[in-house]
């Protein structure tokens, strides 16, 4: 996600949107043993590598980094971008360090192979960082094309979108559904998601940037972090990494 950029929102764009989303490039039947929580942080400001990762391992759990290795050190509108020791502190304290491109280009508007480029100039910076290969991609803005999903690198296990919606049964690993933990009612519909999904031992992602008292409209605040994983540990949640979540999948 984000920010000073937006999207396409013309029609064909929407009607493009639409059968990206249905089109699964990698489809599987997932099965858990117990409802499982990954919480994710998108780009990711520093916030994100101090404030929620001190919440996140309070609760014993730790969370996936999509990282844009353009954004180290960049300032934006959700505050300062980490900085490159952020990585191996957080790779090291077992978060996992996700790929969200390099250069946080919007993937439906970029031939594939521009995109392959900048998938494997993500990994080599982010080696260089003290991270392995990441195990997992985000989608900036949520945005992709059907060529992009059929030809992500297989070193990924799975790629997320920003549709909401539970991951279990019928799932594309090539768009996975996630929650926003910000913005008018964000909080609220993850909450009700998270009851849902202790009933049917489903999967729910949620992804926003900064993590502070007073947020960005793209953030979300620490005691609605703290509120979420109490709720989800209360639910008899299991709060893992998005990779290490799939790695529990029955099915
Ligand atoms: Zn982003």
């Not at 764009?13 to 990698?26: D, E, F, G």
């Not at 858990?32 to 014993?60: C, K, M, N, Q, Y």
């Not at 971008?81 to 280009?105: F, K, M, N, V």
């Amino acid at each position: 996600m984000t920010l000073a950029y937006a999207p396409r929102r013309d029609l064909v764009s929407k009607v493009r949107r639409r059968m990206t989303q249905h089109y699964a490039a990698r489809p599987a039947k997932l099965a858990f043993a117990e409802p499982v929580l990954s919480i994710t942080f998108d780009d990711f400001p520093a916030s994100a590598a101090i404030e929620g990762a001190r919440i996140l391992e309070r609760h014993g759990a730790r969370g996936t980094y999509y990282t844009a290795s353009g954004m180290a050190g960049v300032e934006g509108p959700c505050g300062m971008g980490y900085a490159a020791p952020d990585i191996a502190r957080l790779a090291a304290a077992g978060h996992e360090i996700g790929c969200h491109t390099s250069s946080h280009a919007d993937c439906a508007q970029r031939d594939v192979f521009t995109t392959l480029e900048d998938l494997a100039h993500n990994r080599d910076a982010l080696r260089r960082m003290g991270a392995p290969a990441p195990r997992s991609h985000a989608y900036p803005y949520g945005e992709t094309k059907p060529q992009v999903k059929d030809n992500l690198p297989p070193r990924f296990m799975s790629a997320r979108g920003i549709l909401p919606g539970l991951n279990v049964g019928a799932t594309d690993l090539a768009q996975l559904h996630a929650y926003p933990l910000f913005g008018p009612g964000g909080m609220d519909r993850v909450m009700k998601a998270l009851k849902r999904a202790a009933k049917r031992k489903a999967w729910v992602i949620g992804f926003t940037h900064d993590v502070a008292d007073t947020p960005s409209p793209w953030g979300t605040r620490s005691d609605e972090l703290e509120s979420l994983l109490t709720e989800a540990r209360r639910l008899d949640f299991v709060i893992l990494p998005v990779t290490a979540a799939l790695e529990r999948r029955l099915a």
